[in-house]
């Protein structure tokens, strides 16, 4: 037999995919999904408060959101996994019983928050100070303001690396094994590996790869996607209304002015006789980026003191 | 309040509504110091509108102008939509009720914000530099808006470089230099007959 076709067939036994597909389907990918679907939320939710944590103006919530961080993010994700899936088994053993599952769901949404705490913190802080000033201005308290309009746009703009985290947790999903799950527990990676040991033909863990792909190579596309839409903004769609228009974009170029007295003006209405035939709507990042043009870029904390 | 650039002009305004907290002195609306009172609730009594428009990008030109309405004054979603759009037709953009800002001009985006924070019924408006990061042609609307404003009596607070502007609509024109009022009064006397030679001098530079 010539390497070629020995290497084919232990990896590509189309018997042995067979085989071992049905349990991947029942079995390993909805595990994988419950794995990685509740501790991208847990970790989600878990990372925004380590995210507000590490901009506070108060230490005692800034230190140890950096420690946190540091530490998750230093460790092995499966020295992470092992140590608290098996230290907090005794624990475990108490709350919900032998069962180490929900340990290994904690262990990765401890994991992930640390990353995605330090995305959101990166986004969050890049939203410029002049939003906060102009939600203070209103009347805004400062937490009602970080919730209702700073928050919200420096999630948005992180939205691709938290995708990209989410997909580094699917992957991650896979070293739970290490916690000696019992059969119907078994995520996909668990399940391929364990026809390759008993058939000696990797095919079924090949198989296993394929299910990762199909579910990450997706969510490389959403990443993508919005990372184009945040690019070139949204395609526009309130519809164009013309008649308020009096003052335009660069898109119409410049407007004429009619004498200097500066303060009497048309703005309730463009006088009908000056009415332009309606613009195109071209473009729409366009104009997308201008308004922040003179934006200043500081940081939000540095700003933060001094906005009370 | 006119004066060169860094002249304290910006932080002035900011320790009127305590953006920034004086150091020293007092700040009285209507006879009574604000400096006890909680910052919050008098900044929804000081309307303010900055050089940067600072108006929320992910959300509607609408949704700008309500979100303070609801959450603040605790209006229901339509009563607040219903405040909002009669605000926006004042400033001639009601029919921009669903844009983003982004779709609007700096012009266009400068009267969303007045009326952001005309829609809060505010007794005192603070204007900073409004016009400053505006394209020459779409200075004038905004300028009208102001001036409207005033005739209609609200009491404004307007830093501006222009100064034709300052000397039609101000009852009070204070020049500012290095953090210090050098000089205030009706606005034919500060631009006719300025006594300061360092308001003589920053005259001459812009008029």
Redesign the interface.
Known sequence: MDPLSTLWETFFDADAMREALPEMLTVGLPNTLILAVSAALLGSVLGLLLAVAGISRTRWLRWPARVYTDVFRGLPAAATILLIGVGLAPLGMQVWGPDPYPLGILALSLIAAAYIGEIFRSGIQSVEA??L?????????WS?AMR??II??GI?RVLPAWVNQLIALIKDSSLVYFLGLVASQRELFRIGQDYAATTGNESALLLAGLFYLALTVPLTHVVNWIDRRLRH?RP????A??????????LSG??K?NG?D????????QPAGARRPPRLRTE?GA??R???R??RRDGLRDRAV??? | MIGPSGSGKSTLLRTLNRLIEPDRGDVLLDGRSVLRDDPDALRQRVGMVFQQFNLFPHMTVLRNVTLALRRLHKLGEDEADAVARAQLELVGLAGKANSRPAQLSGGQQQRVAIARALALRPEVMLFDEATSALDPELVKGVLGVMADLSAAGMTMVVVTHEMGFARQVADTVAFMDRGVVLEAGPPEAVFEQAEHPRLRRFLAQVL
């Open positions: 002049a939003q000033e102009g939600a203070r201005a209103l009347g805004f308290s009602d209702l309009v919200p746009q948005r903004g526009a769609t309130a519809p209304d013309e008649d308020e228009d009096d003052d335009t974009s660069a410049p407007r002015e200097d500066h303060h009497r003006d048309d703005h309730l209405g729409p104009a997308r201008r308004p922040h003179r934006a001094r906005v009370r």
